[in-house]
């Protein structure tokens, strides 16, 4: 039997909670086109972003270790991967559209540049005159321009909704974006705010894993936190001969644990607010979508840990330095002269600024590419 696009838009019509988003709801694309036979409009939105450039190269972009460390730790890729799954699951169970959580779960990190967080701060501070610079906003500016994949226009012409995601991404990292053509004055609808949660759950979880393995911290250096103490009691670990599969059961309990809660949390907060449909949600002067009071609370104790003892820990401070230095040397040296970047972003001088043109293109470079391009441009030895 073959589903078509219009069954499976009136499925999401009978199983969606009336808050749900429906792809044949959508406010469309900004250059028209006939939607596929087979497929909603948010599936070939998650399609489009799955084939991009850009979300390849996030295979060899730092989470919080650099891929010269290993090839065990998290890349961006597979947090995005991480998210996009709990994404899924949050969506499923509240009665969301999970394609759109999905899409805009795989698209919410595809603006990051190398190095993580550190690259980021490093290229904000470059750009600090020249417009700045913020992984949303340049996440919407790949779908939007920077993807080149149809003669007809710019960028992937993603609907409104996906590309409302991009925009109104918050997390404690991330910084919400105000662009006037997404109406600023209003929540993101259910589906951004899953994805949100879902980047929150999957950063704790793995952050913790990777963090473990790599020996930055040691299991007994978490026994003063009580979300760790309610982990070890509910997977029945006596705090002794830590093992790989011990890690493994503690993290798959966190997860469980934090998701279990953002869903029940979330049911109370929708009957609370009498949500009927989107427009309830996005009038809300709060999210809904998030965890409990009480979970919030003890979580905090693992994100201050986990700040300041390991993205402060002297080896990943080592790396953010390094980071810095090393994009910050390459960025000048390409304002200095351009003729050293390739033709396809001296194209783009013309049209956004030496400076923005340089931005890009290195915010698009992996961690492996950057470090290479840097040999290249300053080691004499290393033929260009």
């Keep these: 039997m073959i589903f078509s696009r219009q069954q499976l838009e009136q ?13 044949r709801n959508s406010r469309g694309r900004v250059y028209p086109e006939d939607e596929h036979l087979d497929r909603t409009a948010f599936q070939r939105d998650r399609d489009r972003i799955i084939h991009t450039t850009a979300f390849r190269r996030l295979e060899y972009k730092t989470q919080v270790f650099v891929v010269t460390e290993g090839d065990y730790y998290r890349t961006r890729l597979t947090h995005t991967l991480e998210v996009a799954q709990i994404g899924r699951t949050l969506a499923r169970a509240l009665g969301a ?14 603006g990051h540049p190398p190095f993580g967080h550190s690259g980021e701060s490093t290229l904000a501070r470059l750009m600090k005159d020249h417009g700045g610079f913020d992984h949303n906003q340049q996440a919407l500016r790949i ?31 991330d910084t919400l974006s105000f662009a006037e053509a997404f109406e600023p004055h209003k929540r993101g609808q259910l589906e951004a705010q899953i994805a949100n949660a879902a980047d929150e759950i999957a950063y704790n979880a793995h952050d913790l894993d990777d963090g473990l393995r790599a020996g930055l911290f040691a299991p007994a250096d978490l026994d003063q936190l009580e979300l760790w103490e309610q982990l070890k009691h509910s997977v029945g670990w006596n705090g002794r001969d830590f093992d790989d599969l011990w890690r493994h059961r503690l993290i798959r309990r966190l997860i469980g644990l934090e998701v279990t809660d953002v869903i029940q949390a979330t049911e109370l907060r929708i009957v609370a ?29 693992l994100k201050d840990f986990l700040y300041n003892r390991m993205y402060r820990h002297y080896r990943v401070m080592r790396m953010q330095t390094k980071a810095d230095r090393l994009l910050s040397e390459l960025f000048n040296a390409y304002t200095l ?19 923005r043109a340089v931005c890009d293109y290195v915010a698009g470079m992996t961690d492996r590419f950057a470090l290479d391009e840097h040999a290249k441009m300053f080691d004499p030895r290393v033929r260009v």
């Design 11 to 23: 499925f999401e019509e009978e199983t969606l909670a009336p808050y749900g988003m429906r792809s």
């Design 143 to 173: 779908v939007e321009t920077l993807e080149r994949r149809y003669p007809e226009w710019p960028g992937l012409n993603l609907t409104y909704e996906t590309r409302e995601g991009i925009v109104k991404h918050e997390t404690e990292y």
């Design 273 to 301: 607010a009498n949500v009927k449909s989107i427009e309830d949600i996005q009038a809300l002067k709060h999210n809904l979508i998030g965890f409990s009071d009480a979970l919030k609370k003890i979580n905090r104790g």
């Design 337 to 355: 002269e351009p003729g050293q970047l390739p033709e396809s972003a001296r194209k783009r001088i013309e049209v956004d600024g030496l400076q």
């Design 97 to 110: 559209n999970e394609d759109l959580a999905e899409t805009i779960c795989l698209v919410h990190d595809i």
